[in-house]
């Protein structure tokens, strides 16, 4: 029996048996005026709980759908969704903030927690297996120890997972 349907018979019993003290209270020791009342209303339930519990196969998740996409980068449909749901974006710019980093030539970059989150919305990363993620919040600093405000690219392989290429801009 699985979980679910265990945990199922179980509610039922509990509305059962809330049911049955409400009626005793409503109905005082009648059994048979609370018999009248509560045998409609029980089969009410499990009439309803039958129509609720019918099984049908589940069908493979379709090309594009979020399952699929979480997994595989490929079966996105859109460069949004695969911002947004593919699993594999944290090690992205988890990589780009650590690529960043080494850009640094005058001493410590600046680059918030949650870093990369700007891409080029219409790149076809699915396609390609290539997105570029942007950062305008960084800071490093300059040759004379000021925090100066630089934009990141990053040019990301989806399929190798690796970094191809980190620039900082200052316009």
């Known amino acids: 029996m699985a979980a679910s349907t265990f945990f199922f018979i179980l509610f039922i019993a509990l509305i059962g048996t809330l049911l049955s003290g409400v009626a005793f209270l409503i109905f005082g020791r009648s059994p048979l005026r609370a018999a009248k009342w ?73 680059i918030p927690f949650f870093a990369f989150g700007t891409y080029f919305p219409y790149e076809g990363s699915a396609k390609s297996g290539k997105i570029s993620l942007i950062e305008e919040d960084a800071r490093f600093q300059n040759v004379y120890g000021a925090m100066q405000r630089v934009k990141l690219k990053c040019y990301y392989d989806l399929e190798t997972r690796e970094v191809v290429e980190v620039t900082a801009s200052t316009d």
């Open 38 to 110: 509560l045998v409609p209303l029980g089969l009410m339930v499990l009439v309803g709980a039958g129509w609720k519990h019918d099984a049908r196969p589940v069908a493979a998740p379709p090309h594009g759908s979020d399952e699929a996409c979480r997994k595989d980068y490929k079966s996105c449909a859109s460069q949004e969704q695969l911002v947004d749901i593919y699993e594999g974006m944290t090690q992205a710019q988890t990589s780009c903030k650590r690529a960043a980093r080494k850009l640094a030539r005058f001493g410590d970059a600046d």
